[in-house]
């Protein structure tokens, strides 16, 4: 069983409970879906502009994680009841995703739940 850290953007923490991210994770689908199975290690808020993500990285994985998941909602936004690219909450996530790969030395997974159409979630690996 694969374990994963999870972190959310905190411009979305009041809205959202994590159902979605958490639904997906157990069932094995949207940005779960290449895991044989997967269960989550811990969860982190980031703080804008990514204050102290690198360290909760490495709580994560301290914790057993073997990758993580950045949620949907940094990257994409809801429109017309589906999600679509771009406009998400955080506009320089994939710095952040390559900073705490390289620096925590963990993969980081863009996608969770209600992956945009046809979207395949990306892995930035360490190094």
Known sequence: MTKIGLIRC???EDRCPLTGCL????????????YDAAEIAGIFTCRCPGDGLVEKAKILKSKGAEAIHFCTCSFAHKESNEWVMGEGFCDHLDGLMAQ???????P???GSAHLPKAYQPETVAPG
């Open 10 to 12: 905190e411009k979305n």
């Open 23 to 34: 639904t997906s994770l157990k069932g094995g689908v949207q940005g779960f879906a290449g």
């Open 100 to 106: 705490v790969a390289n620096q925590a030395e963990i």
């Open 108 to 110: 980081c997974v863009k």
